[in-house]
């Protein structure tokens, strides 16, 4: 059985930081490009950050970049996602995905699998 369980989330003043993290079961991580996305309320799920098989590689959104770090750790089947600087608009619920053998694509239809996302909210 294949989950990807996110946590990490919360409530945080704009300027705050959060780091998601993204657990894996059922899959050989170190197979799977791996890719962070958000959907807030009324909007479509949009991609924010990807990162590669080794050496791990990563691809952030322009309105990330400079403020979100993405990381893994293989020995402990995690992505990471450390969110700096927050602003109201980064407000969603954020989602992990896995691509078997992927090149972090930015779109959603290269992900084999998903987690049922997390909630950040960025107050103002």
């Known amino acids: 059985?294949?989950?990807?369980?996110?946590?990490?989330?919360?409530?945080?003043?704009?300027?705050?930081s959060l780091r998601l993290s993204c657990a894996a079961f059922g899959i050989t991580f170190s197979n799977y490009a791996m890719g962070w996305f958000?959907?807030?309320?009324?909007k479509e799920r949009e991609?924010?950050?990807?990162?590669?098989?080794?050496?791990?590689?990563?691809?952030?959104?322009?309105?990330?970049?400079?403020?979100?770090?993405?990381?893994?750790?293989d020995a402990k089947n995690t992505v990471y996602l450390e969110m700096n600087s927050l602003k109201p608009e980064d407000t969603a619920v954020y989602y992990c995905a896995?691509?078997?053998?992927?090149?972090?694509?930015?779109?959603?239809?290269?992900?084999?699998?998903?987690?049922?996302g997390t909630q950040v909210t960025v107050s103002s």
């Open 98 to 116: 896995a691509d078997f053998f992927g090149s972090g694509s930015r779109a959603l239809n290269a992900y084999e699998y998903w987690g049922q």
């Open 1 to 16: 059985q294949v989950q990807l369980v996110e946590s990490g989330g919360g409530l945080v003043q704009a300027g705050g």
């Open 38 to 42: 958000r959907q807030a309320p009324g």
């Open 47 to 73: 991609f924010v950050a990807s990162i590669r098989r080794d050496p791990g590689i990563a691809d952030y959104e322009d309105s990330v970049k400079g403020r979100f770090t993405v990381s893994r750790d």
